[in-house]
C-alpha cells in the first residue's frame, strides 16, 4: 500500500509527521512519500521521507491570500509553474492507486480530490470556534457566515462529503459536530498539535512567575516580533517588580539564535552563560535594582518551556495554540505581519476564547499580565477552556488506527 501526504506550512508538515510516525509504528511496509506544497518539507527529510515531487520556498512562506506584493513575488518566483509541476504529481499518484492524505486547509484538500484517488482530510486551518462557541454566534460573525451555517465553505463540505473522502479529521469537537450535520465523514480524534506537550504540575511560587516568549517561527518577521516582544518584557519588569520574573524565549530549531541574542544586548541585556541551543541574559543596564529577579533565556529546547512557563506573551500561530491547549493564559498584540497581524490576532482571540487576553502595544503587556495572574476564577476557566479548544494529547495515533481501517483497508471504523 501507497500513501501520499499532502501539506501546506511547517506546522502542517509537523503534524503530518505525527501521524506518519503512528502509522510506521503499525504498518512497517506502508510506502509513504511527501508533497510539502509550501517550503521545503524538512520536517519530512528529518524522518526520511521521500518527497514526490519538486519543492520551493517562496517569499510570502505561503501567505499569498494576502495578495499585493507577497503573491507578485511568489510569481515571479515561479509559483504557477510549481503548482502545475504539484498537481501533476499529485495526479500520476492517483493513477498508480495509491492513497492520500491532507494535511492543513482548501488547497490540499483540493489537491487530494482531483487526484481521483481515495483520500482523507486533516483540518488544521479552520475552527467553528471562528465564528461561534457552545452557546451560539459570536457576535462580530457576519450575517453571511450565518447563512452559510459553517466555517467551512459549502465547496469544502463537497469536497469533505465526496465518495472517495474516507475520512476527515477537524481539529476540535465542536467544529465536528457541525461537520457531520452534513454526509461528511468527519471524527472527533483530538488535535495532533498537543501530542507530547505536558505541564508542570506542582502549584505555582507567589513569589515568582515563569513566562515563555512566543515570537514565531517565520523570519525575518520572527525578529521583528522578538524587538517588541522585548518592550513587553520590560513592561512586566516595571509592573511587577516583587515578582522573580524568569522570561523564556522559545526560539524555532530552524532559526539561528545569533539575531535574537543582538537583539537583546542592543536593548541592555548581557549574556552571563552561553550552551548549545541555548543562551542566558540578565538585565544589567537599564535595571540594576532587579538583577537577582530577572533573567532571560533563549532556548531551542522548546518541550520544556511549555511545560515550565505560567503564562506566555506571544506573537506566534501553532506554538500560542498549544500554550492554550495546556490550559495557560497568553497575552498577545499585533505585529507588522505577514502573519502576525492585527486582523490575525483578532482572528486566534477567537479561536482560542478567555485564554487570550489581547492589547494593543506591548507596553500594556505588564498590566495584563498583573491582572490575570491572581484570578483564580479566570485561571480555572482559562484550564477548562483549553482541553475544549484544542483537545487532549494521543490525536496522531487515534488518527492513524482510523486511517488504518477507513483509508488503508476496506475495514470499518468503529
Known amino acids: 500500500m501507497k500513501l501520499l501526504v499532502l501539506s501546506n506550512g511547517h506546522g502542517e508538515d509537523l503534524i503530518a509527521i505525527r501521524i506518519i510516525e503512528r502509522l510506521l509504528q503499525d504498518i512497517p511496509e506502508l510506502e509513504i512519500s511527501a508533497l510539502p506544497i509550501v517550503g521545503q518539507g524538512y520536517a519530512y527529510q528529518n524522518l526520511h521521507i521521500s518527497l514526490a515531487g519538486r519543492v520551493q520556498q517562496m517569499p510570502s512562506g505561503g501567505f499569498i491570500y494576502k495578495g499585493g506584493n507577497p503573491l507578485w513575488q511568489d510569481l515571479r518566483r515561479g509559483l504557477i509553474q510549481l503548482t502545475l509541476e504539484q498537481i501533476s504529481v499529485v495526479r500520476q499518484w492517483g493513477k498508480t492507486g495509491g492513497k492520500i492524505l491532507a494535511v492543513g486547509d482548501l488547497v490540499p484538500l483540493l489537491y487530494a480530490w482531483w487526484s481521483k484517488a481515495d483520500y482523507a482530510f486533516v483540518g488544521t486551518a479552520k475552527s467553528e470556534y471562528y465564528v461561534r462557541d457552545e452557546f451560539g454566534w459570536l457576535p462580530q460573525t457576519s450575517w453571511l457566515e450565518r447563512k452559510l451555517d459553517s466555517i467551512y465553505l459549502p465547496w469544502e463540505r463537497w469536497l469533505m462529503s465526496c465518495d472517495r473522502c474516507r475520512g476527515v479529521f477537524p481539529r476540535d469537537s465542536l467544529t465536528t459536530e457541525i461537520l457531520q450535520q452534513w454526509a461528511i465523514p468527519a471524527y472527533d480524534l483530538g488535535n495532533p498539535m498537543m501530542d507530547g506537550l505536558t505541564s508542570k504540575s506542582m502549584p505555582r511560587e507567589a513569589h515568582k512567575l515563569d513566562i515563555l516568549l512566543l515570537p514565531g517561527s517565520r523570519m525575518p518577521e ?166 475544549r479548544r484544542m483537545g487532549e494529547a494521543g490525536a496522531a495515533k487515534r488518527i492513524a488506527k482510523c486511517l488504518q481501517k477507513m483509508l488503508l483497508s476496506s475495514a470499518q471504523f468503529d
Open 222 to 387: 520572527a525578529v521583528r516580533n522578538w524587538q517588541q516582544i522585548l518592550t513587553a518584557v520590560w513592561s512586566v519588569i516595571k509592573t511587577l517588580p516583587q515578582k522573580q520574573l524568569n522570561f523564556q524565549a522559545a526560539i524555532a530549531p530552524a532559526l539561528d539564535l545569533k539575531p535574537f541574542m543582538i537583539s537583546a544586548v542592543t536593548q541592555g541585556w548581557q549574556v552571563t552563560s552561553k550552551q548549545e541551543q541555548t543562551v542566558i541574559l540578565t538585565k544589567l543596564e537599564e535595571a540594576p535594582s532587579f538583577d537577582d529577579k530577572v533573567s532571560l533565556t533563549l532556548t531551542q529546547h522548546n518541550q520544556e518551556c511549555f511545560k515550565q512557563a505560567d503564562i506566555a506573551i506571544a506573537m506566534a500561530g501553532t506554538a500560542t495554540e498549544q500554550f492554550v491547549g495546556l490550559g495557560k493564559p497568553v497575552v498577545i498584540f499585533p505585529g507588522e505581519g505577514p502573519q502576525f497581524t492585527y486582523a490575525f490576532a483578532e482572528a486566534q482571540a477567537r479561536l482560542l476564547g478567555c485564554a487570550i487576553l489581547m492589547v494593543e502595544n506591548p507596553g500594556q503587556v505588564g498590566k495584563a499580565i498583573a491582572k490575570v495572574i491572581d484570578d483564580e476564577q479566570l485561571l480555572n476557566e482559562i484550564g477548562i477552556n483549553g482541553k
